[in-house]
């Protein structure tokens, strides 16, 4: 079960997991035969082997070669169903709203007697000359599958995707770097983490950086009855809430339940009236969110908040922002029944201090100086908390001017964590520019457009240019200081060059699981074929039933025209769409595909075709789902027995969906028809189909990607700061930076730990 769980783990960083010494591999060991099978097989999924990981595999028990086969196929997707509704759908079948009409009317008005047609599993009655039923696998009325493809394509790909060796100790410096993260880490950092946790003990003297991070590691402590330890990493009341938010939502992030209640009645609404279950879903979310705890986590949570290290009016303020939701959480932990309990004194003051309200707050004194423009005192405020000077910095520089903004914040800059310094020159140009509308991602999924602040207005172009050059500058001659303070014994750098075309993510962290890659969001993939493949495959391991989840794309067209390929519309010019399905059938789940035409693209003037699937069922996109894309140079296939278009050697990007995924739809990728790249895109969104996908939000996040700084700009700022010379290859280069070592987002984030 272990080596099971490593190897996932491995496989997202392009490795394979060996319980073996890496001193001890023969390097002229000759290869063995099962070896040399287990690499065919692998071959066939997609898959070439290093050199040194072939020697080690020579060592290996066939049962180990044997399981990680398994495991390949489980996260490959070899062994579930993907047939399409329709044959051959290459070849459209030429079904039509006039055939669901008829259809429709002839099943409604029971006029099965008086026409001729056929009766399928599903009691749909298919009248002649509408639906080609011969064309398809299941009822083109309902979208209810009957046939299942056992076997999937295999060895078609043109590029395999090259596995180095994974041994416990690089296991356990991923294990490291994900604990020690500057940034908040993504879904797929997050179950790394949650399984590495399960299978190692946590290292000791490790800096947990991120409260995210902490909360994982609170909870697996805690689970293991180490509540001691766990509370020594609980600093503030506001630790508290969000470890207790956790357990009952799943996510790390502290939402009010008025918004988790709003968002399950969007989730749950349906275009047609009677399938519209938005008030029944916002009660049911309302019944799940009651706090309910045993008396083991309440006096656990007491003693927490009684051996706080701040005093009592620090921690009531500490508390304040999140004021209702205490006062909900404190009657559900009983905690005025602990605070009367000899040894809970320091719990007692807290709650009576918390209560009466005997305390100022820090942000109110800040609103009140920043209203009568007291700037003094706003600033000096400010340089007391420099988190919080960051995060408004921009509005601060717009109400009390740039010079007397900048110089403060400077003199505390050195006290904050290098990705808000990165943030900030990230978004600076967005934020100063009056005619450009800011995005904001939510936890709840979707895209919130912000307005440009109305200060703007009172500023030349000239001026708000200048304060965008003073942003970035600032940011650089930070970076480059802190740099400069590391001592380092290299003489050169290696850059690889696709490292210039990934945007360190701040801020748009991934919300969904990439179990054969670990690429940040941002990331361009060059396509090599005529041929595009998207594909989503749902329903793993659930039970038959109605499950109705919708794979499209939108296709923008010259003069803002838009066509779209979807479940209304299975045939548009440069793509094909293999069926809607509505049904799933047991265990095994099943697929919809759409095939995208460059050349007919190219011919239609197509600008980019933009990605998505949604859920048209109600509720959230369903857990487990997996979409991507497939490209090649050599012709994919497409069975004309039971419509099958799945290769795992021809998978270039695919990504799945979490657990804990509250998002209706998601923009997956964009295709940039004249630059032939697919641009990884993770940008959730709320409508049922895909006419609720905003294409300009869709251009506005683009466009903020591509003004993020790149991994290898910022490794450029840090060849300058340290005297490093940057050589072409990455022969004898003291430091490599290459498009393997940026597979593993946590090591990235490394360099804004300075």
Known sequence: MKNQKL??????????????????????SEVTVPVLAFTARLKENGFTLSEELVRALNSAKTDVLLSITDTINDVMGCNLNWASLVKGWDVPTGE?????????????????????????PCGHYIPEETFPIERYNGCPFCGTPFEKGDLVYKGQGSKLKELRLFTEEDIKRVYTTLLISATPLDATQRETLETLLSVYDLP?????????????????????????????????PADVLRYLWFLKTGNVQVVEPKTLIAH?????????????????ASKEMKKKLQLKYDRKTCRMVAKWLNGMNMSSHQAAENMNPKRGMW?????????????????????????????KQEYDTWQGKVD?????????????????????????????????????????????????????????????????????????????????????????????????????????ELFKSSMERRFASLQTDSKTMYIDSSLYNIPISIGDRSATIQDTSCALMGTRFPIEGDNIRLFMQWGKGLDAQHMDMDLSCMIALPDNKVSE??????????????????????????????????PELIDAGARYVTFTCNAYSVGTLSPNLVVGWMD????????????????????????????NNISKGLVFGVLDIEKREIIWLEMPFTSQTIKGCDTCSVEMLLHKLESKLSVGELLELKAAAQNLYVVDTPDNADEVYTYEWALNPADVSLLLSV
Not at 7 to 28: C, F, G, K, Q
Not at 97 to 115: A, R, S
Request: hydrophobic share 40%; charged share 25%; aromatic share 8%.
């Open 7 to 28: 190897t996932r783990v491995a496989l997202r960083y392009h490795a394979l997991y060996l319980d073996i010494d890496r001193e001890e591999i023969d390097m002229s």
């Open 96 to 120: 039509s709203y006039f055939d669901h009409l008829i259809t429709l009317f002839v099943n409604v008005c029971d006029l099965k007697e008086k026409v001729s047609g056929t009766k399928l």
């Open 204 to 236: 000791n003297g490790v800096n947990i950086n991120m409260k995210e991070t902490l909360m994982l590691v609170v909870k697996t402590l805690v689970a293991n009855g180490r509540d001691d330890e766990a509370a020594k990493l609980m600093k503030t």
């Open 264 to 280: 399950s009645r969007r989730l749950y609404y349906h275009m047609w009236g009677a399938l519209d279950r938005g008030a029944d």
């Open 327 to 355: 006062v909900r959480m404190i009657r559900a932990l009983r905690l005025g029944e602990y605070s009367r309990k000899s040894g809970f004194e320091n719990l007692a003051e807290l709650l009576d201090v918390f209560y």
């Open 368 to 472: 009140d100086a920043r209203i009568h423009n007291d700037a003094d005192t706003v600033i000096r405020m400010l340089k007391e908390r420099p988190g919080l000077f960051a995060r408004c910095l921009f509005a601060t520089m717009l109400r009390f001017g740039k010079e007397k903004t900048l110089s403060a914040f400077n003199d505390i800059s050195h006290k904050l964590p290098a990705r808000l310094l990165l943030a900030l020159g990230n978004t600076a140009e967005l934020y100063f520019s009056d005619l450009q509308t800011r995005l904001a991602r939510p936890i709840t999924g979707g895209i919130v457009k912000i307005p440009a602040n109305k200060l703007l207005a009172l500023y030349s172009t000239e001026e708000k240019m200048d304060m965008i050059a003073s942003i970035n």
């Open 565 to 598: 390929c979807a479940y209304y519309s299975l045939e548009t010019k440069g793509a094909k769409h293999s069926g809607d399905i509505r049904f799933i059938p047991e265990m095994v789940g099943t697929a919809e595909y759409i095939e995208l035409s460059m």
């Open 632 to 659: 090649s140079i050599h012709p994919m296939k497409i069975s004309e027995k039971n419509g099958v278009a799945y290769d795992p050697s021809c998978v270039q990007h695919m990504v799945r969906i979490s657990e």
